[in-house]
C-alpha cells in the first residue's frame, strides 16, 4: 500500500493514522482508504493484555481524533466508506473477492476501535451526531462532496449504519472467507450496544438497542441466522488473510499497521477454556458461534424496551423445529431451526456460561424446544454436563466468582423436575464413568437420579455450611422434592446423604437456636441486627428441614416398596427424628416416618438378623408386603420456578460480564462501572 513499516515504527507516527486524525479532510473516494484498509491484524486477541498494549498505544492517535473529528468529518466519512462497500459485498462474496472482503473486515476492526474510545467519551447522542456526514471545505485534499446517501428506508446514518450491519449478517453467506466479515460486524454491534457497561447501574438508555428494537421486521431472519451461527460455526475466526503464493504480490505491498505491532509481542495460540472471569487476561477461542451466542444474549436479556415487547426475545420464544410440524402457524413462528442439532450443540457445550445462559433463555421461554429435550431418549448426555457444573460451581473456593453459572444449572434442573416424565426417566437411566464428582466411596455407576439427588444434596449441605445463600438453597430443595415422588430404587450412599442433609441441617438448627437465645439474654435493652440475621437463618433451615421431611414423605408414600436402602438409613437413624415429635412445624411430618420406623424395627428384630446385608434383605421383602396405604396422604410436591417480574438488574450485568471475558473486544476495565454494584 505503499506504507510499509518496520517492527520498530511507532504506531503514533504512522504517515496514514496521522492523517486519518489530523486537521486535513479527507474524501471518501480518495485512494487513501484503501491504503488504510490493507493490513494483516495479527495480533493475538485472545491476551487481553496484548489488546490493552495496542489500545493504549493508540490513545494520541485516537484523542487527536476526536478533537479533530467534527470540523473535518472523516469519522463520519469512514463509516459512509464503509457503507458503500456495503453494496458491493453480495457480488465480492459470490465471486469470492478475498482482497475487497478483507479489506471491509479491516475497516470494520478500524471503526470498533474508534467506537469503543468515542462512546465511552460522548454521549450517545454526540456520537450518533459524529456519524453525519460534513460538506467538504477548502482545506480538502480530495474533489469530492460528501453527500448523504441514505435512503428513505433510514432516518440517520447511525439507523442505516445498524441496519447495514444487521443486513450484512443476514445476507452474506459465512465460508471461509467472509467467516472474518461476519465475526467482525458482530463484534462491532457488541460495541454500539456496550454504553451500558459504562454505567453504575442497569440503563435502558441504550441509542442503539434502542434503534434495534424499531426494526421489528428484520428480527425473526436476524435471529434465525445467528442461532445457525451458534450451531455450524464453530472453528477459530482467522486473524490475517491467508492467500496462495499466486496473490502473494498483492498482499506483499499492504503495510501491516497492526501486524507490526503484534510483531513485538509473544503469541501464545494453545486452547484455553477460562471462566468468564473480566479480569482474566486470555479469552476463550474466538468462533462465530461465541460471539453470535453473546449477541443473542444482549438482545434478549430485556423483557420489554421503552414499553414495548423486545421482538429478539419474541422470536426466541417462538422459534420451532425445522424438523417437525409445528403446531404453530407461519404466521405465529418466528423462525425455524433444527432441534437436534441445537440440542447435540448444547450437550457439547453447556458447562462453558454463554451456552448455559441461552439453553436456559430457551428452555424457560420457548415450550416447544423444553419438550423436545425432555423427549430425547439421551436425555443423560445434557444433563450429566449440567450436574457436573452444578458440582464444580458449588465446589469452587471462591463460589461468587462462579455464582452465576451455577445458579443457571440448578435453575435449568429446576425446570427439568417440573416434568413427571423427567422424574421418572431419570431413576432408569445408568450412568458411568463420573470421576468428576469426588465422594468418600468410589461410584463406579449410579442412576442418573441418583447423580443428580447426590449433587444436589451436597449443594444444599456445602451451602448450609459455608454460604448461606438462599435463594441456592430454596431452589436446590424445591428440585429435590420435585423429584420425590419418584424416587426409585436409590443406592445406599444416596440415602445415607439425604438423611446426613437433615441431620446437619437439624445440628445447625439447634446451634442457631441457642446463639439466639444467648444473644437475646444480652441484648435486651437494644435491638441487634444479628438478632435478625439469626432469625432469617432460622426461619431457612426450618424450610429445607421441613422440605426434606416432605421429600421422605413423598418416596415412602409412592415408593416404599423400592426403597429398601432409604428404609434401612431411617431405621438407623432413627434417633435423628425424635425430636421432631413436639416441633410445631415438623410434627405432622414424622407421624408417618414413625409407622415405617416401628413396623420395620419389629420386622428386624423378629428376623434375629445382624450383618448389615442380612438386614437389608428382611426390610426389601418386608417392603414388598406392607401395603402403604397405611401411611397418611400429604399434596403432591411440586415446586414451579417462576421468573421475578424485573431481571435485567441480574441479566444485563451477567451478560455484559461474558461479552468482555469472551467476545475478544477490549473494553478498558477502568472505564466499566456495570460491575461495581454489590447485586453484580
Known sequence: MGQVISSEDNLAENELLLRLSG????SDNDPFWNHLFSFNFTIDESKRCTQKEFYDSLQDILQSFLYNAPTTGNFATLVKVFLRRHSELDISASCDNKIFIWQTANSLIIMRYLFTFFLQRLSQVEFAHHLEPKAADNDSDG????EDDADDEYANVA?????????????????????????????????LLSPTLFEENVSEDVYFLKLLMNMSPKANEFMRVLFSNYLHHTEVVPTELKETPSESIVLSVASSIWSSFARTVSLDTSPVEPKPDITSDVYPKQTLANLSNALILS????????????????ALEKCTNSQEVSSLTNLEASFRIDFSEMYVRFCDSCTESLPMLLLYMLIHRNTGFRNFILARINLENLVVPIVRALNEGISATEFRTHCRHTYLAMIVLLIFSEDNFFCKIVHETIIKNIDWFHSDRVISEITLGGLIILVCVKTVHLNTARMRDRYLHQNCLAALANMSAGFRDLPASVCQKIVGLLETMTRRHVKLIQMMRENAEECEDHEDSQGYDLHQDITALEEGIRTVLEMINACLTHNLRHNSHLIYSILYNRHLFEQFHNHPMFQDLVWNIYMVINHFATVVSDSKSTSVSAVHEVIAQAALQWPTDKLKKFPDLKFKYVEDENTVDFFVPYVWRLVCSTSGVYFPLESVKLFTGSQN
Open 159 to 191: 439507523e442505516r449504519l445498524l441496519g447495514t450491519l444487521v443486513d450484512v449478517v443476514v445476507s452474506i453467506p459465512v465460508n471461509e472467507s467472509t467467516l472474518r466479515l461476519h465475526a467482525e460486524v458482530i463484534r462491532v454491534l457488541l460495541v
Open 143 to 146: 474533489d469530492s462532496v460528501i
Open 299 to 314: 438482545l434478549v436479556c430485556y423483557n420489554k424496551y421503552d414499553g414495548k415487547l423486545n421482538p429478539f426475545k419474541m
Open 23 to 26: 486537521k486535513k479532510v479527507i
